[in-house]
C-alpha cells in the first residue's frame, strides 16, 4: 500500500473506487472499503480531517486522529492507495472557490457552512483521484444527499454509493466521536437509535422521537427530504459529544 501526501503524487488510474475519510477508521469505514474493494480495480482511500467542514476550532482540534492505525486498517481492508494531504495542499494560502450546497434542515440548518466543506473538499478529491465511484456512510444521509446533488449539477462524472451504517450489536450507529463517551454517556447515547427505531411508522414520526429521546438534549429531530428518500434524523449532545442518527422513513438512499 502506498501513501502519498501530494497531489503530484497522485496517478490517475480508471478503475477506481474512493473511500473519503476524515480517519479515526471504524468497522462503519470497513464496511466502505470492503465494498470499495469488491467493485473496483483499485481502491483509494483518503485521510484528510477537512477544518473547512467544522464550525468551532474545539470540535476540529478534538477529532480523534492516529494515523498509524488508520493505515494498518486500510493496508489491512486491501486500499492499494492512500492520499493523506496536509491542509495546506488542498487549501493554499490563496485558495477561494467553494462550493455552497443550498442544504436546509437538519445538519445543514444546525451547522451552518459544513455542508459547503464537505462539499468543496469531495469536489477537490473527485477532481485529484477521478474515482470511477466514492463511497460513504448512510449515517450521514444528508451528506450523501448533498454530494449526489453536487455530482448532478456540476456533472461530475463519479458514481455516488451509500453503503449502510454499521451499528453494535445494541443499536449504537459507529462514528468516530464515540470514542469520546464515557460507558455512562455511551448508555445514554443508546436512547438516540432507541428513540428514533421506535418513531418510525408513527402518525408523526417527529414528535414520536422527540418523545422518547429519554431527556437526551436534541439539536434537531427533523424528517428529512433527500429527493429519493425521506429520513427521521436527529442529533443530540451526550456530555460533549455531538451525535447524529438517521433511520428511513420512505424511499431508499442506496
Ligand atoms: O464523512 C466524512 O468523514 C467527511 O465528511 C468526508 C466525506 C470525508 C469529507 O471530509
Not at 467493485?39 to 464550525?55: C, H, I, K, T, Y
Not at 492516529?66 to 486491501?78: C, K, N
Not at 454530494?147 to 463519479?158: A, F
Request: a negative charge; one cysteine or more; charged letters at 25%.
Amino acid at each position: 500500500m502506498k501513501v502519498v501526501r501530494t497531489i503530484a503524487e497522485l496517478e490517475l488510474e480508471p478503475g477506481t473506487g474512493l473511500v473519503p475519510t476524515m480517519g479515526a477508521l471504524h468497522a462503519g469505514h470497513r464496511a466502505l472499503l470492503t465494498a470499495a474493494r469488491h467493485e473496483n480495480d483499485r481502491v483509494v482511500m483518503s485521510l484528510f480531517v477537512n477544518p473547512a467542514q467544522f464550525g468551532e476550532r474545539a470540535d476540529l482540534d478534538a477529532y480523534p486522529r492516529d494515523e498509524a492505525r488508520d493505515l494498518e486498517i486500510a493496508e489491512a481492508e486491501g486500499v492499494d492507495l492512500v492520499f493523506a494531504p496536509a491542509a495546506d495542499e488542498l487549501y493554499p494560502a490563496e485558495f477561494a472557490t467553494w462550493v455552497e450546497p443550498e442544504q436546509a434542515g437538519g445538519e445543514g440548518t444546525a451547522r451552518p457552512g459544513h455542508f459547503r466543506g464537505v462539499a468543496t473538499v469531495c469536489l477537490k478529491l473527485f477532481n485529484v483521484i477521478r474515482p470511477e465511484r466514492a463511497y460513504f456512510g448512510q449515517k450521514d444521509a444528508q451528506q450523501v444527499a448533498v454530494i449526489r446533488q453536487l455530482v448532478r449539477d456540476l456533472n461530475v462524472p463519479v458514481e455516488i454509493r451509500a453503503i449502510a451504517t454499521v451499528r453494535d450489536d445494541d443499536g449504537l450507529a459507529l462514528s468516530s466521536r464515540d470514542v469520546h463517551l464515557s460507558p455512562e454517556e455511551r448508555e445514554r447515547a443508546l436512547g438516540l437509535p432507541r428513540a428514533l427505531q421506535s418513531a418510525v411508522g408513527a402518525a408523526d414520526p417527529v414528535a414520536a422521537a422527540r418523545a422518547s429521546l429519554n431527556g437526551l438534549q436534541p439539536d434537531y429531530v427533523e424528517a428529512v427530504d433527500l429527493g429519493d428518500a425521506k429520513v427521521l434524523a436527529a442529533a443530540v449532545r451526550v456530555g460533549s459529544t455531538r451525535l447524529i442518527d438517521n433511520v428511513l422513513l420512505e424511499g431508499e438512499i442506496g
